[in-house]
T-cell receptor, first 114, second 112 residues
Framework: EAGVTQSPTHLIKTRGQQATLRCSPI?????VYWYQQALGLGLQFLLW???????NRGNFPPRFSGRQFPNYSSELNVNALELEDSALYLC?????????????FGPGTRLTVL | QQQVKQSPQSLIVQKGGISIINCAYE??????FPWYQQFPGKGPALLIA?????SEKKEGRFTISFNKSAKQFSLHIMDSQPGDSATYFC???????????FGEGTQLTVNP
């Protein structure tokens, strides 16, 4: 069974640009989560999408946004990039019907903002 | 603020030894506690998880111990191997919630 996939692996942008990151969940999973793993800051919850709707978001500014498509894949958009947005962006998916909604992570997209 | 505090930040163990990583939480609504293992350049991989209705869960060389009254839980890695060298994260989640709240991570090095 294929795991969570993310693209691109690496992304280099300059300040002020926009970045788009993509995620494909495990087959059968309807929920997609985005986390930011910045150096020294651990993993921080960004966004949760389920059945095409944004269900919850973490303590991040509105320039972090995303969407979930009918096939449950998702994209994360980061507008007006700032240097501190440089981080590993991780996508996770889960089957929402489970009691504890175990989350399985993809390999991440390394975003570098110059 | 919902936090999970993890210690130690780094840990060096000899091959065959026991690695112990501790986590503490404040939010009593947390009722699912997973541990993730992350190798450099990879995403976190779910290792083992526990619910608060049990005090211990064992899977192979990995054991979670849970102390509900103290709001603490720990990961024990028995017979640690060099291949276990990775960063370990504890996490917590409310059943009704979605987000995982992670600890700061522990970088484990197992020397051969």
């Amino acid at each position: 069974e294929a795991g969570v996939t993310q693209s691109p692996t690496h992304l280099i942008k300059t300040r002020g640009q926009q970045a788009t990151l993509r995620c494909s969940p495990i087959s059968g999973h309807t929920s997609v989560y985005w986390y930011q793993q910045a150096l020294g800051l651990g993993l921080q919850f960004l966004l949760w999408y389920d059945e095409g709707e944004e269900r919850n978001r973490g303590n991040f500014p509105p320039r972090f946004s995303g969407r979930q498509f009918p096939n449950y894949s998702s994209e994360l958009n980061v507008n007006a990039l700032e240097l501190e947005d440089s981080a590993l962006y991780l996508c996770a998916s889960s089957f929402r019907g489970g009691l504890y909604n175990e989350q399985f992570f993809g390999p991440g997209t390394r975003l570098t903002v110059l | 603020q919902q936090q999970v505090k993890q210690s130690p930040q780094s840990l060096i163990v000899q091959k065959g030894g026991i690695s112990i990583i501790n986590c503490a939480y404040e939010n009593t609504a947390f009722d699912y506690f997973p541990w993730y293992q992350q190798f450099p350049g990879k995403g976190p991989a779910l290792l083992i998880a526990i619910r608060p209705d049990v005090s211990e869960k064992k899977e192979g060389r990995f054991t979670i111990s849970f102390n509900k009254s103290a709001k603490q839980f720990s990961l024990h890695i028995m017979d640690s191997q060099p291949g276990d060298s990775a960063t370990y994260f504890c996490a917590a989640k409310e059943t009704s919630g979605s987000r995982l709240t992670f600890g700061e991570g522990t970088q484990l090095t197992v020397n051969p």
